[in-house]
């Protein structure tokens, strides 16, 4: 039937988590590192979704870039649109989320367009236009501290206003009780004041699903992954969709496990203190690094001493705030971030070579350093591990099988996913 979504992701791990819920909703899908610059032959596709490093880069860049992937996309014949960001809404002040929409809008030639990051099976919700995290403001749930990105105000309305010379509405809570057909007369009566924007409440599966319902004929929708898990029941609706068994089927893994984790967010945080307890692990500091070679060259051995003992291994630069902040003081953020992702695809470019077949990424810098050091190209996805996090596979030059590959966002997943993620990936010899 030909793609029936195409989407643009502001970040590697982000793009993981939408096509992740994209395979569990029933859609065969591949992710795609970058614009193509060469064909592709996507064969028992329904959707692609191209991974971009969009969320913290310049806003010329990150709207130039978006709106190549758009071109690329309406050139595979996408139906809709999807432009997926954090459920945080991790962004700043000028851009990139609004900046990016409106580009998108107005080359689609489209008047409106809906926010909706929530995410509430892993504790995203909206109300009243402001963002939670748990039972917490996304500006007292740790987002504050971001060491790029620090969101400090939970009104999204106020924060994309910020963002965008253009009207920014609110569909209400109120509003999805009443069903989608009400919800989409609700947005039609706001299009018509002329609101582009239209951030929406969403408190739970149900109000994903009433969303769904209203926006499937928008040439363009934003937000988190849980707007894509609601999507495809509404394509087959239309028949735009068949039913597929297996979507997210795999090749059996094979090779040496690593874990590799640069984010510090409080998940990945309590991530590296659970596998710590069970497994080796080696602790980058970006002010060593910065010193010359030496530190790196102590990470590899490490790592390659343990993997030859053969259990699961993690190198890792996640620390608390301050720990970070002392970093950053001292290199500038940049430049200590950048030794960070540096190292790490140094790392997995060395160790994949010498037998990793399975890598756990964690946090989406390091995610996209990885990526790009690996020089992958596309991800087939497979089935999740936890909410937003697949396991995917990719081929690579100089390997017989493909490499096994987690990207997980550094808030995701539960305190033990760095050791459970190895148990539910099935290997070459599992039964």
């Given at each position: 039937?030909?793609?029936?979504?195409g989407?643009?992701?502001?970040?590697?791990?982000g793009?993981?988590?939408?096509?992740?819920?994209?395979?569990?909703?029933?859609?065969?899908?591949?992710?795609?590192?970058?614009?193509?610059?060469?064909?592709?032959?996507?064969?028992?596709?329904?959707?692609?979704?191209?991974?971009?490093?969009?969320?913290?880069?310049?806003?010329?860049?990150?709207?130039?870039?978006?709106?190549?992937?758009?071109?690329?996309?309406?050139?595979?014949?996408?139906?809709?649109?999807?432009f997926?960001?954090?459920?945080?809404?991790?962004?700043?002040?000028?851009?990139?989320?609004?900046?990016?929409?409106?580009?998108?809008?107005?080359?689609?030639?489209?008047?409106?367009?809906?926010?909706?990051?929530?995410?509430?099976?892993?504790?995203?919700?909206?109300?009243?236009?402001?963002?939670?995290?748990?039972?917490?403001?996304?500006?007292?749930?740790?987002?504050?501290?971001?060491?790029?990105?620090?969101?400090?105000?939970?009104?999204?309305?106020?924060?994309?206003?910020?963002?965008t010379?253009?009207?920014?509405?609110?569909?209400?809570?109120?509003?999805?009780?009443?069903?989608?057909?009400?919800?989409?007369?609700?947005?039609?009566?706001?299009?018509?004041?002329?609101?582009?924007?239209?951030?929406?409440?969403?408190?739970?599966?149900?109000?994903?699903?009433?969303?769904?319902?209203?926006?499937?004929?928008?040439?363009?929708?934003?937000?988190?992954?849980?707007?894509?898990?609601?999507?495809?029941?509404q394509?087959?609706?239309?028949?735009?969709?068949?039913e597929?068994?297996?979507?997210?089927?795999?090749?059996?893994?094979?090779?040496?496990?690593?874990?590799?984790?640069?984010s510090?967010?409080?998940?990945?945080?309590?991530?590296?203190?659970?596998?710590?307890?069970?497994?080796?692990?080696?602790?980058?500091?970006?002010?060593?690094?910065?010193?010359?070679?030496?530190?790196?060259?102590?990470?590899l051995?490490?790592?390659?001493?343990?993997?030859?003992?053969?259990?699961?291994?993690?190198?890792?630069?996640?620390?608390?705030?301050?720990?970070?902040?002392?970093?950053?003081?001292?290199?500038?953020?940049?430049?200590?971030?950048?030794?960070?992702?540096?190292?790490?695809?140094?790392?997995?470019?060395?160790?994949?070579?010498?037998?990793?077949?399975?890598?756990?990424?964690?946090?989406?810098?390091?995610?996209?350093?990885?990526?790009?050091?690996?020089?992958?190209?596309?991800?087939?996805?497979?089935?999740?591990?936890?909410?937003?996090?697949?396991?995917?596979?990719?081929?690579?030059?100089?390997?017989?099988?493909?490499?096994?590959?987690?990207?997980?966002?550094?808030?995701?997943?539960?305190?033990?996913?760095?050791?459970?993620?190895?148990?539910?990936?099935?290997?070459?010899?599992?039964?």
């Amino acid at each position: 039937m030909g793609i029936v979504l195409g989407a643009i992701a502001d970040d590697f791990t982000g793009a993981t988590d939408l096509a992740n819920n994209l395979v569990r909703s029933g859609m065969r899908c591949v992710q795609v590192i970058g614009v193509p610059e060469q064909p592709l032959a996507l064969v028992d596709v329904d959707a692609v979704v191209v991974a971009l490093k969009s969320r913290s880069c310049p806003t010329s860049q990150a709207v130039e870039d978006s709106l190549a992937a758009l071109d690329w996309l309406q050139g595979q014949g996408a139906r809709q649109c999807f432009f997926k960001y954090c459920s945080t809404f991790d962004s700043t002040d000028a851009g990139n989320i609004g900046p990016v929409s409106d580009a998108l809008l107005e080359r689609l030639r489209a008047s409106q367009t809906v926010m909706v990051p929530a995410f509430p099976v892993n504790g995203r919700t909206v109300y009243q236009g402001h963002l939670f995290v748990g039972d917490r403001l996304l500006s007292d749930s740790g987002m504050q501290h971001h060491p790029l990105n620090p969101m400090r105000d939970a009104d999204l309305v106020r924060v994309l206003t910020r963002q965008t010379p253009h009207p920014v509405g609110l569909a209400a809570r109120a509003v999805l009780a009443r069903g989608g057909a009400a919800t989409r007369q609700h947005l039609n009566a706001l299009a018509e004041q002329g609101v582009r924007h239209v951030i929406c409440d969403t408190l739970d599966e149900a109000d994903l699903e009433v969303l769904a319902e209203a926006v499937v004929d928008m040439p363009l929708v934003t937000g988190g992954s849980g707007l894509g898990q609601a999507l495809p029941a509404q394509y087959r609706r239309r028949g735009w969709l068949a039913e597929v068994a297996e979507p997210g089927r795999l090749a059996p893994a094979s090779g040496r496990a690593l874990v590799l984790s640069g984010s510090c967010s409080r998940a990945t945080l309590g991530q590296v203190r659970h596998f710590l307890e069970r497994h080796p692990g080696f602790a980058l500091d970006p002010l060593a690094l910065a010193e010359g070679d030496d530190h790196l060259a102590a990470a590899l051995a490490f790592a390659r001493e343990r993997l030859g003992a053969g259990g699961p291994v993690l190198v890792y630069a996640s620390a608390d705030p301050r720990r970070v902040e002392a970093a950053q003081a001292t290199l500038g953020v940049a430049r200590a971030g950048r030794l960070v992702e540096q190292a790490l695809g140094q790392l997995a470019t060395i160790l994949v070579e010498e037998g990793v077949g399975r890598l756990v990424v964690a946090g989406g810098e390091s995610s996209g350093a990885v990526v790009s050091a690996l020089g992958i190209r596309q991800l087939r996805i497979g089935e999740q591990i936890d909410p937003g996090v697949p396991w995917t596979q990719t081929p690579l030059s100089g390997r017989a099988a493909p490499l096994s590959l987690a990207l997980k966002s550094g808030n995701f997943g539960g305190e033990d996913f760095f050791t459970r993620a190895f148990a539910v990936l099935p290997t070459e010899e599992t039964p």
